[in-house]
């Protein structure tokens, strides 16, 4: 699928301007919800399912990554009855390693590709690395937009590029990551969010993990909105996986709670959103075990894989 | 083009009650009134009972002041100014009140109990709105003590003597905060009347006054119903009459001071126009059009009640609309998720089912979120009415409910008269992304706040007050300093 | 041979134009001297209900720019200026000596350039900017409150009439102006000096006659916003009140002695004005993010 001018155009037409001060005040209601009890346990096993363990270090080794993946299984095996994480993230180096590992389980294997995380490279470059990490058995495929071309304004450049990538998953699944820190603006993420959605993403990603901020409340609010408005138009479900910075169960939950009453029920599922993060697992463990077994946790108590 | 995907379904996940505790909440079984630092039985013996609307249980006996109590209570505050408070120096009025502020913040959170617990509002707002706002509001006009020559340049300003004030029941606190803290500021001595409903934080406040070490008389707390306003109101020594409600007892209190010297300040009721332009960031508008209307269960005089959609995005706004009310919480106000608590009492509930049921004989289309409601208590659904005309009751009378009337429009000249047309002018909101369009309209529409982009947002440092029928004078900021000073 | 003398005919101003009172009726109020001092309209509440339409219709006054309402006051006082013999006169004739009619008619040429200064300032001291705990934009202007009712004293036809007219439309309202009933001569001619300035028809319309029969009507009339008595009837004042309350007017009582120079300020404006006060977002204000 490729752009032409009156599609970009209608895209950015459709588009909605955002006032940031009145999404933070959305935001800000969502973070006086109160989540107890059942609500709060059935809460932190839905945000343990919905994790993307992720491990994207230039010092990553075949050791750490399998290590990873026996954590992403065996999150805590003192408590019965806890999920897997929904799915390991890795670079394409490591995708098979990943595979091996997790091979007799459901957790997916996601990949960062074309580029990541600058993504400053040609298309070729990018289509290639793409389907590297397909061929090695990517279940998923997390790329990132051309944030330069958007500046410059060649919509239909970062149009184009991520549909030539979508083309080059086959049947991986693909999560476009918008790298939000870098752009400005909420109105800004939420035309990015547009353009991916049309462009064929099969989730929408704020962050690479690699720029501050990562994901944000607002921010995720906007990409939220860009979703339910596609879905309502459309009737076409699309992801949504915040990224970076979340590694409290509290704001966990509070994302939860967005999800839950922007996009509703339909999304709280691993399959429609996810988290994209590294130590967040452990926090809700701890929160999980004073749950059920009453005493505040210590960290020492928990595996760091 | 992508195909219609699978659906799965995730999580049913719905939230647990989350109760404000209610442990910590003092209240005594009987409250008398509160003059000359002391608090005195009502001179009948009469008490009334005050309820809470969420569960119609029983809170406390409150006592039901006479003309003779409020004569009492006159004479004190009167004793009072001349005696102490009018030879307090500024600085040290400043002082009393920020102590006062003070104070109010450390018992922060069993105001906000209270005031749940006997006006229905929800916890979250109580919480969040009321009791800060209210603090604040001691914070911002203490300062304003030994400044006032600072706020009237080239005149001298001097108090008025005694302040007789009297105020609704939607933000018990809050309101009782709007009168005393300007009052006390420029020097004068009160007489504050709350209303029947909603009488025990003004009490409360009455003790943290106690607690402060005030002047006994500077401050005095009367509760009764009508006639006890009337008796502050008619009182031929009081020197200013300060009135918050509805516009039919505000008309009433004009008439009854015609020909006398008494400075008279009216916050009266509203029917604000809500306007929602095709550029708008509609999203954003929809939560002010949500916190306009269902705020404090529309118990707001500047609710945003008329809604004005654009035509050429009215279907989606009226969509987004529903859907959003789809995630609201109605139900027990002490729970710390619900978004829209009681309706403050029977007879109010009364009132808002009768302009319903008026809206539906109009042949308006209804739509109310379909929610389960507590058995106990009064509470009404999320509302709104679209198919309205500019002619229909309900988008014309104040419904002081959670209640939504509908209107279209084509053009900006339009929105303005259709806004205008009213004998309202207490608040508007305009939502737009064209900069030189907002200022055309908050210069246009009649009214005497107006949010661009927001709705029902306060500030100590804001003035609030309205235009014609919505009453005159401001309240908050240097304005509302205007309202208990004499210049010379 | 002498010259039989044009008499001069009195008639109300009403939207810029100077028709006869609606009920054809005239009154001739006399002088101390009990000398007639000409036929005199005496309006009817039809004459206020015509004069407040008037007044409604010019309320795009407020719209101008506060220069341009500067320049047109200004323009008032020249025009006074230029006929200042004609006013001393009929002062004079009214029971006023030389020397104070003078002094009144020099008063009130100052007086209006004085408030003509205040036209596009008083915005600047009565309003504010607002500094809110959010991340808003808040301050607070001035605005007209529309139309006026102005009701006159009976003293000081003249300088009684410029003192309480002139801080209403420095202000951008409308007014309905009810004359010194026993001493009108000054407020007719004065509309004539209006008429030939640039203030637009409307902004000030101007009734002779009884303030009896007239005050009633302008104290109901629910498109009438405040009112201003300048008059020390306290049965009548109260009466205004009392009927003023039905669509919540303001009204204010202003008695002071308009002679005196010093007797002209800001807040005689301020009483003809609402405060409006507007909110705004701002992006990225400091601490008010809500950053996680």
Request: charged fraction near 20%; proline fraction near 4%.
């Amino acid at each position: 699928m490729s752009s032409d001018n009156s599609k970009i155009q209608n895209i950015i037409n459709d588009c909605p301007t955002i006032d940031k001060v009145g999404a933070e005040e959305r935001v800000a209601r969502f973070q006086t919800r109160s989540i107890k009890g059942e609500s709060k346990l059935m809460g932190l096993k839905m945000t343990l399912n919905m994790i993307d363990l992720t491990t994207l270090e230039g010092k990553d080794t075949q050791g750490k990554v399998k290590q990873m993946c026996y954590k992403a299984e065996h999150l805590h095996d003192a408590i019965p009855g806890l999920p897997t994480v929904a799915a390991v993230c890795v670079y394409p180096s490591m995708v098979k390693v990943a595979k091996n590992a997790l091979k007799h389980t459901d957790i997916k294997v996601a990949s960062v590709a074309t580029a990541f995380p600058g993504g400053q490279s040609p298309l070729a470059v990018k289509i290639a690395d793409t389907k590297f990490a397909v061929d090695q058995g990517a279940d998923e495929v997390d790329m990132v937009i051309s944030r330069g071309k958007f500046m410059e304004g060649s919509y239909a450049y970062v149009f184009d590029e991520i549909a030539a990538i979508k083309d080059a998953c086959g049947n991986a699944r693909l999560k476009v990551i918008l790298e939000t820190g870098e752009l400005a603006t909420l109105d800004d993420v939420r035309l990015a969010s547009d353009l991916a959605i049309h462009a064929g993403a099969d989730f929408i990603k704020t962050s690479t993990g690699k720029i501050q901020p990562a994901a944000t409340m607002p921010v995720t609010l906007t990409m939220l909105m860009a979703i339910k408005d596609h879905y309502d138009k459309t009737g076409i479900m699309i992801g949504m996986k915040p990224a970076g910075g979340i590694s409290t169960s509290k704001l966990a939950l509070h994302y939860l709670v967005m999800v839950n009453e922007v996009l509703g029920e339909k999304w709280l599922s691993n399959e429609w959103f996810r988290f994209g993060a590294s130590s967040l697992a452990n926090d809700v463990l701890m929160q999980i075990a004073k749950a059920v077994n009453g005493p505040y946790q210590s960290a020492d108590y928990f595996s760091i894989d | 083009m992508a195909k219609k995907n699978k659906e799965t379904t995730g999580l049913k996940w719905s939230y647990d009650p989350a109760l404000e505790g209610v442990d910590h909440i003092k209240l005594r079984e009987k409250y008398d009134l509160f003059i000359n630092g002391k608090w005195v039985k009502p001179s009948s013996g009469k008490y009334f009972k005050t309820f809470n609307p969420a569960d119609e249980s029983f809170l406390a006996e409150v006592a039901n002041a006479d003309a003779k109590d409020v004569d009492k209570a006159v004479k004190a505050a009167r004793e009072a100014y001349d005696n102490v408070w009018s030879k307090t120096s500024p600085s040290e009025r400043a002082k009393y009140i920020y102590r006062i502020a003070r104070l109010m913040q450390e018992r922060a959170r069993e105001f906000a109990v209270i005031e749940t617990l006997d006006a229905g509002k929800t916890i979250r707002e109580s919480r969040d709105v009321d009791v800060p706002l209210a603090c604040n509001h001691f914070f911002y006009y203490a300062g304003w003590a030994d400044k006032l020559d600072y706020a009237f340049p080239n005149r001298k300003v001097s108090p008025l003597g005694v302040a007789g004030q009297i105020i609704p029941w939607n933000f018990p606190l809050l309101m009782a905060a709007w009168k005393i803290a300007p009052a006390l500021a420029t020097g004068n001595t009160v007489v504050l009347k709350p209303a029947e409903t909603t009488p025990l934080t003004a009490l409360k406040l009455a003790e943290i006054i106690e607690e402060s070490g005030l002047p006994a008389g500077v401050v005095n707390i009367v509760t009764g119903y009508g006639d006890t306003g009337a008796a502050i109101v008619n009182h031929t020594d009081v020197n200013k009459v300060a009135f918050t409600g509805s516009t039919g007892v505000g008309k009433m209190i004009q008439k009854s001071l015609a020909g006398t010297n008494k400075k008279l300040t009216l916050e009266l009721g509203g029917k604000s126009a809500n306007i929602i332009f095709e550029d708008a960031p509609i999203d954003q508008a929809i939560e002010g059009i949500i916190n306009g209307i269902f705020f404090n269960q529309g118990h707001v005089c500047c609710a945003g009640s008329r809604l004005f959609v654009q035509e050429s995005v009215a279907d989606l706004v009226v969509r987004k609309l529903k859907d959003r009310m789809g995630s609201l919480i109605v139900g027990n106000p002490l729970d710390k998720n619900t978004d829209i608590g009681a309706i403050n009492s029977k007879e109010q509930l009364a009132t808002i089912l009768k302009y319903i049921n008026i809206g539906k004989e109009e042949g308006a289309e209804m739509f109310q979120l379909a929610c389960d409601l507590p058995d106990k208590g009064y509470y009404c659904p999320p509302t709104l009415f679209t198919n309205v005309a500019q002619s229909s009751i309900i988008a014309q009378e104040e419904i002081f409910g959670p209640v939504l009337t509908i209107q279209t429009f084509r053009t900006v000249d339009e929105v303005i008269q259709k806004a205008n047309n009213s004998p309202f002018g207490l608040a508007a909101g305009v939502w737009t992304d064209k900069g030189s369009r907002i200022f055309n309209l908050t210069t246009k529409l009649k009214a005497g706040v107006v949010w661009a982009n927001t709705y029902n947002k306060f500030d100590p440092s804001s003035p609030f007050g309205g235009y014609k029928e919505s009453g005159f004078g401001r309240e908050g900021g240097l304005h509302g300093l205007s309202a208990y000073v004499k210049l010379s | 041979m002498s010259r039989l003398e044009i008499l001069k005919t009195y008639k109300i101003y009403i939207g810029g134009l100077f028709p006869r009172t609606e009920s054809g009726r005239y009154y001739v109020p006399k002088n101390g001297k009990n000398e007639p001092l000409g036929n005199l309209c005496l309006c009817s509440r039809k004459d206020v209900r015509n004069a407040v339409s008037a007044a409604r219709k010019a309320t795009g006054w407020a719209e101008r720019t506060a220069f341009n309402r500067g320049q047109i006051l200004y323009r008032i006082a020249e025009m006074l200026e230029g006929r200042k013999a004609q006013f001393v006169e009929e002062l004079k004739m009214q029971g006023t000596n030389q020397k104070a009619a003078e002094a009144e008619v020099n008063l009130a040429v100052d007086r209006i350039v004085y408030y003509a200064g205040w036209c596009d300032k008083y915005q600047q001291i009565l309003g504010s900017v607002n500094p809110v705990a959010s991340s808003h934009f808040n301050f607070s202007v001035p605005e007209a409150m529309g139309v006026v009712g102005v009701v006159c004293p009976e003293e000081y036809s003249l300088i009684g009439l410029v003192s309480l007219v002139l801080p209403v439309i420095c202000g951008g309202n409308t007014c309905v102006v009810l004359a010194s009933e026993s001493q009108p001569l000054c407020a007719v001619t004065f509309a004539e000096v209006l008429h030939a300035s640039d203030l637009p028809g409307g902004v000030i319309n101007i009734l002779t006659g009884s303030k009896k029969e007239m005050v009633a009507p302008i104290a109901s009339h629910m498109d009438v916003n405040a009112i201003i008595y300048g008059d020390d009837d306290e049965v009548q004042f109260k009466a205004l009140s009392i009927a003023a309350a039905d669509n919540v007017k303001r009204v204010s009582r202003l008695s002071k002695d308009w002679t005196k120079p010093e007797n002209q300020d800001l807040y005689q404006i301020a009483e003809t004005l609402e405060i409006k006060t507007t909110w705004h977002p701002i992006e990225n204000i400091g601490g008010a993010s809500s950053g996680y």
